[in-house]
């Protein structure tokens, strides 16, 4: 009987401890904005310090650059040094790079395929990682690159800053090129094997001028059979034997709109297989692409292939990293002419492409040799604000430097309000329609230039993607602003119609929808439709069902509302190339350069939407021409907060405070205000009080601020 018993206890013991094992949580990364501070490396004292919860972590040693046995010891390394920081509570990262690297033997040189690094391995040691990369393909690596036309392949030199570049370049692989793929499905295996979070996959694109190797050809066939329906392949090209058409190689070509969508959709694919890869061998494996959201939207977004709405879309990138400010020029701030320089409209394109994932901001800041002799005082006041325009539009700054004491003190605030800046979205009653297709088709569009100017009167806004206007959020809007997007599929105005009927309204500018998706005249035009079947030649307001529809008509002159502009490089705004074909850039935008005939008629879009809205839009009710606020909600409802940027700082780190403040919120429907808690100067929130009005079945809250330094946050908990 004593031994029974002795058997059964050791049996509860051992069955008792299985299931404890099994049963161990796992590490998964908490993957809500709100917790995402990024420190730059993974530096103890430093990530405490400044209360970061990710840094970069310990990634696999690349292939063609150990033997085996150095790969596996280090393997072995990151895969404890990352545990240790996840341990710790650390998130982690790390890059991972597409490109194929060589040297010439002087930076002047014109690189060869040849002396790519990746040819020696592929004849020396392919085999040695056959397990990763499975059986030695036949065609070698130089026929894996990105091509032009006539053959030759595209390369980059890095140069830091101030110093001529070196003797190695970078080139790129192919995504469509099934021996590149399996390359990168390796490297991507090894990095989620050493335990990392995730990575950001630089150079997302297709260079440029490429690719048009075999692959390309036969997949952009395919392509098209799958989304150019035949009939619209013979009506705007007249052929729909799509196997045998000449590639495009420049704007006005035929299939030229479709061939660039192409290749955002290679890029989008590319990432696809690489996160389900990834996933196999760590099931919380994210994925991002790197970006240029705002300064390089045209080059990137436009020919080079990184095109957000795709990667943004569920299953593809899981967050984003974006390359958008352009050295000094971009930098949040008041320049010396005592213009208001803001990146917001970009940053709330990418908020609404990427559909609330963690969105992370890569800025190129004022460091030496760029801006010589930097004070502790400058990088302070340009870092908070850098800070503050990225925190205010639900996206996440990452610092390239020691951060200086003005980042602590943001990211101090930040970390003691973590829990009321988690799980919220971007937020309000008025959105601005954007759509890649209008630039992808070569036509005008405005909403970065109509987001500016919402901004400047004070108007709290989220912009919006096409792929939004299917989803049930719609209806949480009082107004939407289409600001000119001449392609319009019919289900997306149908939308629009449906959602004014609804009781919404919506805000046309110009012959918008006058072309379906694919950019072909429409036979009838949903929105139109709704003004009895043509746009009106005036300004008009109809009813409709619960809502209204508001046409403002909009006449495209012959200079097309472009900005003269000088190009500063390849990547520069919309690139040497782009300024003079759009004028929805951030020359414009950001800096405030718009044509003044444009800026007449969004300024007068602007005052219709504070009109139309009878009071009930949050935005700065006082004079405040540096101050942009914005409201995010949290997910039931349960508080609502308002953002509140002071762009009145300096590149010499003058901080000059906003007083006085008004600003209204609007108070989601059916919903209360029961205490406000606030803090304009990054200390403790504290109550304060507040005004209570309605405007058209809406409870509006008004506030008093009275100072914001930098950034100010205010929290409206709701009933």
């Known amino acids: 009987m004593r031994h029974k018993l002795s058997y059964r206890i050791a049996l509860l013991f051992l069955t008792t401890f299985l299931l404890a094992f099994a049963q161990e949580p796992t590490w998964k990364p908490d993957t809500d904005w709100g917790h995402w501070r990024l420190g730059q490396k993974a530096d103890l004292e430093f990530l405490k310090t400044n209360h970061m919860t990710i840094t970069f972590g310990s990634g696999a040693p690349t292939f063609e650059d150990v033997g085996r046995e150095e790969f596996n010891r280090g393997m072995e390394q990151a895969k404890a040094n990352n545990r240790s920081l996840h341990d710790k509570g650390y998130i982690v990262l790390r890059y991972l790079t597409s490109s194929l690297h060589g040297e010439t033997a002087t930076n002047k040189d014109e690189p060869k395929k040849d002396q790519i690094r990746m040819l020696q391995f592929w004849r020396e040691k392919w085999g040695d990682y056959a397990d990763y990369l499975g059986a030695k393909p036949e065609e070698d690596p130089t026929t894996w690159i990105t091509v032009r036309p006539d053959g030759t392949f595209p390369h980059y030199r890095y140069a830091p800053y101030g110093e001529e570049t070196t003797k190695t370049f970078e080139t790129w692989g192919c995504p469509n090129n099934p021996y590149f793929r399996r390359l990168m499905e390796g490297r991507v295996r090894a990095q989620a094997e050493t335990g990392i979070d995730g990575s950001y996959i630089d150079w997302t694109q297709i260079a440029g001028g490429t690719c048009y190797c075999g692959y390309c050809r036969r997949k952009f066939a395919e392509y098209l059979k799958q989304n150019l329906p035949a009939k619209v392949g013979q009506a705007k090209y007249r052929t729909s034997d799509y196997d045998h058409i000449?590639?495009?190689?420049?704007?006005?070509?035929?299939?030229?709109?479709?061939?660039?969508?192409?290749?955002?959709?290679?890029?989008?694919?590319?990432?696809?297989?690489?996160?389900?890869?990834?996933?196999?061998?760590?099931?919380?494996?994210?994925?991002?692409?790197?970006?240029?959201?705002?300064?390089?939207?045209?080059?990137?977004?436009?020919?080079?292939?990184?095109?957000?709405?795709?990667?943004?879309?569920?299953?593809?990138?899981?967050?984003?990293?974006?390359?958008?400010?352009?050295?000094?020029?971009?930098?949040?701030?008041?320049?010396?002419?005592?213009?208001?320089?803001?990146?917001?409209?970009?940053?709330k394109f990418l908020a609404a492409a990427t559909h609330g994932k963690p969105v992370i901001v890569y800025a190129t800041e004022i460091t030496p040799p760029i801006f010589p002799h930097p004070t502790e005082r400058c990088l302070s006041a340009m870092a908070q604000i850098n800070i503050a325009e990225a925190v205010a539009n639900h996206t996440i700054f990452r610092e390239k430097r020691q951060t200086p004491p003005g980042a602590t003190e943001m990211y101090r605030f930040l970390s003691a309000n973590e829990e009321s800046l988690r799980n919220v979205h971007m937020h309000a009653n008025v959105a601005v329609l954007a759509s890649l297709r209008q630039y992808l088709a070569d036509e005008l569009s405005f909403a970065f230039s109509a987001s500016r100017v919402l901004a400047d009167n004070g108007i709290a806004h989220v912009m919006l993607t096409e792929d939004d206007l299917q989803l049930p959020t719609l209806s949480q809007f009082e107004m939407v602003v289409v600001p000119y997007l001449p392609l319009m599929s019919v289900e997306g105005q149908q939308a629009l119609v449906s959602y004014a009927k609804a009781g919404g309204t919506v805000l046309v500018l110009g012959a918008s929808g006058s072309k379906d998706q694919y950019g072909l005249p429409q036979t009838r035009t949903p929105l139109a439709q709704a003004f009895g079947g043509a746009y009106p030649a005036t300004e008009t307001a109809k009813s409709i069902g619960r809502g209204r529809v508001v046409s403002v008509p909009l006449t495209i002159p012959a200079s097309r509302f472009l900005i003269p502009m000088k190009s500063h490089g390849d990547y520069t705004t919309f690139g040497p190339t782009m300024a003079d074909l759009f004028a929805d850039i951030p020359e414009g935008y950001t800096r405030n350069r718009m044509d003044p005939e444009l800026r007449k008629v969004l300024e007068h879009v602007a005052g219709r939407v504070r009109d139309d809205l009878g009071g009930g839009a949050t935005r700065v009710t006082s004079t405040a021409p540096y101050v942009e606020v914005t409201s995010m909600a949290e997910k039931s409802n349960r508080w609502l907060l308002l953002h509140v940027v002071n762009y009145d700082v300096t590149v010499d780190g003058v901080i000059t405070p906003a007083r006085g403040l008004k600003v209204q919120v609007a108070v989601p429907r059916g919903k209360k205000a029961r205490r406000v808690t606030w803090s304009g100067t990054l200390g403790e929130m504290k109550p304060v009080q507040y005004e209570i009005t309605s405007k058209q079945g809406r409870q509006v809250i008004l506030l008093d601020l009275d100072q914001v330094d930098v950034y100010g946050l205010a929290k409206i908990e709701l009933d």
């Open 246 to 347: 000449t590639l495009p190689q420049k704007r006005g070509e035929a299939f030229w709109s479709e061939w660039i969508t192409f290749r955002g959709y290679s890029v989008a694919e590319f990432h696809h297989r690489m996160r389900e890869v990834a996933r196999q061998y760590n099931p919380n494996f994210m994925i991002s692409g790197n970006v240029f959201g705002g300064f390089g939207f045209g080059p990137i977004a436009y020919d080079a292939a990184g095109n957000m709405e795709m990667l943004g879309r569920e299953g593809y990138d899981d967050f984003i990293y974006s390359e958008m400010q352009e050295f000094l020029d971009a930098a949040p701030r008041k320049d010396d002419q005592g213009t208001k320089i803001s990146n917001s409209p970009a940053l």
